[in-house]
């Protein structure tokens, strides 16, 4: 089970830390990655992490290089995002996914479990 948490109303150029907390003990086993959805569009890649932190990448989608930075406490099970220079465009609804796999991915169907997802609204 995943949990996220973070979420808010930001003006552009401030900053947000989502969290992804998961009940999994052996949470340091799945790969892990952050997605945001608009209505009306697609789940869109944000960033993604290796399940030890290490094991290749992080990796980011484009629009965030430069400004998110993913990563993961496995000692607590947690995964963030640090989300900075916020932009308009970067509203949406955030959620975490984890995969029964310790490599990261990109793509939505390569992962098995969805936290309920936290909104981010940034003002211009």
């Known amino acids: 089970q995943l949990q996220a948490s973070g979420g808010g109303t930001v003006q552009a150029g401030g900053s947000l830390r989502l969290s992804c907390a998961a009940s999994?003990?052996?949470?340091?086993?799945?790969?892990t990655g952050w997605f945001r959805q608009t209505p009306g569009k697609e789940r869109e890649f944000v960033a993604t992490i290796s399940g030890s932190g290490t094991s290749g990448g992080p990796y980011y989608n484009d629009p965030v290089k430069g400004r998110f930075t993913i990563s993961r406490d496995n000692a607590v099970n947690t995964v963030y995002l640090q989300m900075n220079s916020l932009k308009p465009e970067d509203t949406a609804v955030y959620y975490c996914?984890?995969?029964?796999?310790?490599?990261?991915?990109?793509?939505?169907?390569?992962?098995?479990?969805w936290g309920q997802g936290t909104l981010v609204t940034v003002s211009s």
């Open positions: 999994e003990r052996t949470f340091n086993n799945y790969g």
């Open positions: 996914a984890a995969r029964t796999s310790s490599y990261y991915a990109y793509k939505i169907e390569h992962y098995n479990f």
